[in-house]
């Protein structure tokens, strides 16, 4: 038992095969010689040792061993491996003998295992629809024209409503006129999604339809709506609640959401009394797979906890005192008894308490009175304020009150040099008041909170912590400031205890949340990627209190991730893209974390230390000073160019009101659907422009190269407004015009892609809300990008996530929630899930990620009755 087994080489010309032979069985032993095999040849060596680490002995990285599975994967006489088997099996003898119970079995002259055969299996019962191009053009020609009824109706009610407020005379007496009309168009925007609800679909069903039909049309439209009315500011509200209840949710009494994510086939959701849905969950109801739209109940019990960033697939639901841990997930069919724990995606058992303040004295009469006054500072102060103010402006700036006369028509040079003043004062005025607000306001309103000190929900203290939230997260100066040195100084203005951070010139990407910014500290020499959501507050059903979040020094902090306050993380960490950050065990130190729930990586590869010796002394204050005159020249163009937007705005506005007497809310109608369609066209052209219409090529180097900093200018580009377009045959148009090689009829109901001209499409994709495909990674001091390719009739579940280096097989299926690292080639009609992805383990036949004891929901089959009443 303690003799070293011998080693398994790849034999040499002068050798026999069996030269070497190892004390396992005879199965084990010639797995790993083939694998053996496969790993020399993507490393390009002679032989390989079986007791050889794949990262300290080989110095392979995790694109080397993701191409050394694919390889794996396309043999038929090896098991499948995965790179979580990778990672927690880093040599060829510890993998060979992890996946002996996998070793293909000939059967009837052909090598198969139970992996191999489901792919098959699978695209039988699952397979794509593929609507027609007719009704692709048909649907998007209705939603066109819904759009500009909207417009329209929206510019009538507001021409009417100017008219009226401005024949008031005296302050109160516009004050009052505002106030009506403000509040009745508040209502009325309010209401309008929920009548639209009730009449253009009734009740919600489970089931299922395809896309681009009229059934979809419904859907869309209550979607478009819900996801464009005022109420999602008020998540964490009370009155919030209600909206939900009115639109058919099943909510009980205490239930706290703070999630901005509206549910829409609200009908199928049940909350128990005293839930809490943290910020970013997912629990839409619905989602859309192979070309369909699939509806399905999500129930939550009593006093249950969702977690930050997690997804609640279709046909789930959690027992009365359960708890999912942030970064976690629940896909089709999975449940959690009552008073169990579970974390990870898929989620896992586990004895982690995430309820981790206590109770405090918050009943009914306390939530009535915080919805009462959120309701009289929205009528009698925010909406009056906004309307009058409004009337102001245009009464009080001749250059806008001449034009509402439909008698004085100025020249061209007039209308822009009067454009030209009063885009230049608005827009940077805004800039400067902005920037001194998010910095002073803030800080008054957190001396009403103490750091761990119990608060109860819905009075004073916690209507500050929202309000600093708010403030302090505005996407613009994060955007304006991050990846270069300037973001540090902003953050530290926030109040981000920084006083240790060593300027690397990218300390921080462009977005960076957090709960509230006065309790993060970052440690000396780390470095953060985009997407970090730092959770410093922690909630209950009845109370909140405030804690520090502390980020060690010497890390690096992936994409996409949820950093909580007492995070088991120390110094030296790198934690990879997606990673759950562990709350229990041991502080992870000098280590690596990868995956949900996250496991040990190494903490650095050779190919990632190559270019340490920039990184210091002479080397690094050189190319930083290089690097910060860059970065200050891009946040000058793009100052520019956002100014120069409001200036086209604002030239076309000017000339409306010309014809504003003349033809009212025709021109506001016509405004409203002439900005959206040159914002996406403008910044569409910009990035083009800056590219010089030319592709990105893929890429490994230094972040102090010129091309890394040419790069972050690309990042740059304002593309927020493309998600006005979600789930309509418009957004591949823009992606078309932003670079991505998209097929035909994609359905994209949210996705978001950051290097355009790196990634392919193919047809009839299916791409759910939340989804991102990220073709580049930045480790420490290093930068590397490269293609992704998405085959026809693939479906992303929500909130995936794609990295770069990635080829997805036709008609392949990616699960909720799932990252899918660099370097993986999922085959055709494959079903992968999970954090790392890897191959579904279960029977064919079952929903993604269900094991024999879960139950499922009976879907609604291609041909049945819709689902919809």
């Not at 939340?770 to 990008?785: A, L, M, P, R, V």
Request: aromatic share 10%.
């Amino acid at each position: 038992m303690g003799e070293k087994s011998a080693e398994v080489l790849i034999p040499g010309p002068d050798e026999p095969p069996n030269a070497r032979r190892s004390s396992a069985g005879p199965s084990t032993m010639e797995t790993e010689r083939k694998f053996a095999e496969v790993l020399a040849d993507v490393v390009c060596v002679e032989r390989v040792s079986a007791d050889s680490h794949f990262f300290e002995d080989l110095g392979a990285n995790s694109m080397v061993m993701a191409q050394f599975c694919a390889r794996v994967r396309k043999r038929g006489d090896l098991p499948s491996v995965s790179m979580k088997d990778i990672y927690r099996n880093p040599t060829i003898r510890n993998l060979a003998a992890a996946v002996a119970d996998a070793i293909p079995t000939p059967v009837d002259g052909h090598t198969l295992t139970a992996r191999s055969v489901q792919p098959a299996v699978a695209a039988a019962e699952t397979p794509v629809t593929r609507a027609s191009t007719a009704s692709y053009v048909l649907c998007g020609t209705l939603q066109l024209l819904f759009f500009l009824a909207y417009s329209f109706a929206t510019g009538l009610v507001a021409a009417r409503g100017y008219d009226w407020v401005s024949d008031g005379t005296g302050v109160i007496d516009i004050y009052l006129r505002s106030l009506l009309f403000g509040g009745s168009g508040f209502l009325v925007v309010c209401l309008f999604p929920i009548l639209a609800k009730w009449t253009l679909v009734g009740r919600w069903k489970a089931g299922e339809f395809p896309v681009w039909g009229l059934t979809y049309l419904r859907f869309w439209i209550v979607k478009s709506l819900l996801h464009a009315n005022p109420m999602i500011f008020l998540a964490g509200n009370p009155l919030y609640v209600l909206y939900l209840r009115a639109l058919g949710a099943r909510i009980g009494k205490g239930v706290t959401i703070l999630s901005r994510s509206v549910p829409v086939c609200t009908d199928l959701l049940t909350v128990g009394e005293g839930t809490v849905i943290r910020k970013d969950a997912f629990f839409m109801c619905y989602r859309a797979h192979a070309g369909r739209i699939q509806t399905g109940r999500v129930t939550l019990g009593r006093d249950v906890l969702v977690g930050e960033k997690t997804v609640l697939d279709i046909d789930t639901s959690m027992g009365d005192r359960a708890q999912l841990g942030h970064a976690s997930s629940l896909y089709r069919g999975q449940s959690i008894p009552d008073g169990e724990r579970r974390y990870g995606s898929p989620a896992q058992p586990t004895e982690m308490d995430f309820v981790r303040v206590e109770s405090a004295k918050c009943g009914t009469l306390r939530r009535a009175w915080f919805g009462t006054a959120t309701l009289l500072q929205l009528f009698l102060a925010y909406v009056p304020l906004f309307v009058g103010g409004m009337y102001m402006v245009f009464s009080w700036v001749p250059a806008l009150e001449d034009r509402l006369s439909p008698n004085d028509v100025d020249s061209f040079p007039e209308l822009l040099t009067d454009a030209l003043f009063i885009s230049c004062v608005a827009f940077f005025g805004l800039v400067v008041g902005g920037l001194i607000a998010v910095c002073t306001l803030p800080r008054l309103l957190n001396l009403a909170i103490k750091p761990d000190k119990v608060y109860p929900l819905c009075g004073f203290r916690y209507a500050a912590q929202r309000g600093i939230a708010l403030m302090t997260n505005i996407r613009f100066f994060t955007w304006l400031f991050g990846d270069s040195s300037y973001i540090v100084y902003y953050l530290r203005a926030l109040g981000y205890d920084l006083t240790q951070v060593e300027q690397t010139g990218s300390n921080f990407g462009t977005e960076v949340v957090h709960e509230i910014p006065y309790l993060v500290s970052v440690g000396r020499g780390t470095m953060v990627a985009d997407g970090l959501s730092i959770i410093n507050a922690d909630f209950s059903s009845t109370s909140f209190r405030v804690s520090r979040a502390t980020i060690g020094a010497h890390s690096f902090i992936g994409n996409n991730i949820a950093y909580p306050a007492g995070a088991r993380t120390g110094e030296n960490c790198l934690l990879a893209t997606k990673v759950k950050i562990p709350l229990d065990g041991e502080v992870r130190e000098d280590v690596g974390l990868l995956g949900s729930p996250s496991f040990e990586i190494p903490r650095t590869v050779e190919r990632d230390s190559r270019f340490d010796h920039l990184r210091t002394g002479n080397e690094l204050r050189s190319h930083l000073s290089r690097k910060n005159r860059y970065n200050l020249r891009s946040m000058a163009f793009f100052l520019c160019v956002r100014w120069l937007h409001a200036f086209v705005l604002t030239a076309i506005g000017l000339a409306t009101l010309n014809l504003y007497g003349a033809l009212g809310y025709i021109v506001i109608a016509c405004y409203l659907t002439f900005s959206l369609a040159f914002t996406a066209v403008y910044f569409a052209l910009v990035e083009r422009g800056i590219a010089r219409f030319r592709p990105l090529s893929p890429q490994l180097c230094s972040i102090y190269d010129p091309y890394f900093w040419w790069h972050e200018r690309l990042w740059k580009v304002p593309d927020r407004h493309v998600m006005v377009f979600n789930g309509t045959p418009f957004k591949n148009l823009i992606w078309r015009m932003m670079g991505v090689r998209i097929g035909r009829r994609v359905f994209d109901d949210g996705a978001y892609v950051t290097e355009r001209t790196l990634t392919t499409i193919g047809d009839d994709c299916t791409l759910n809300i939340g989804t991102k495909i990220q073709c580049h990674s930045q480790e420490d001091g290093t930068f590397k990008s490269d293609r992704t390719t998405l085959g026809a009739g693939c479906t992303l579940g929500v909130a995936a996530h794609v990295h770069y280096g990635v080829i997805v097989g036709d008609n392949a299926e990616l699960a909720p929630d799932s990252f899918l690292m660099k370097g993986e080639e999922v085959p055709p009609y494959a079903r992968w899930g999970g954090n790392p992805a890897a191959e579904n383990p279960d029977a064919p036949g079952r929903p993604f990620g269900v094991g024999p004891a879960a139950t499922t929901a009976t879907s609604t089959a291609p041909g049945a009755a819709p689902t919809v009443s």
